[in-house]
């Protein structure tokens, strides 16, 4: 079983970049059985947590230097590639 799984007919439900446009909140209908899944709301929300320190670290730009820039922006790649990926591959679907 693996975090792109349906609960219902446990089979794949839809495709990672598909589940990275679905929202906490939303549901979508499962390409196999049709029946509504969504991703579970806590681990949801814990996964797009990265995303608060990109947007925080956008206020810390403004205020460092030049020379921080390179390393700030990585540091923001990196948590954005992190919260796509928990999204993907750890945030499991549940039944809606
Ligand atoms: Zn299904």
């Known amino acids: 079983m693996t975090a792109s799984d349906c609960p219902h007919c446990g089979r794949r439900a839809l ?26 709301f806590g681990k949801a929300w814990l996964a797009l ?15 460092a230097s030049v020379r921080h820039l390179p390393m700030i922006l990585a540091l923001d790649g990196l948590a954005l590639a992190a919260m796509f990926a928990a999204y993907a591959w750890w945030v499991p679907l549940q039944r809606r």
């Open 49 to 63: 947590s990265p995303g608060l320190l990109v947007a925080a670290s956008g206020l810390l730009v403004a205020h």
């Open 15 to 40: 495709s990672p970049s598909r589940k990275l446009l679905l929202g906490p909140s939303a549901s979508i209908a499962c390409r196999a059985c049709g029946r509504r899944v969504g991703v579970a």
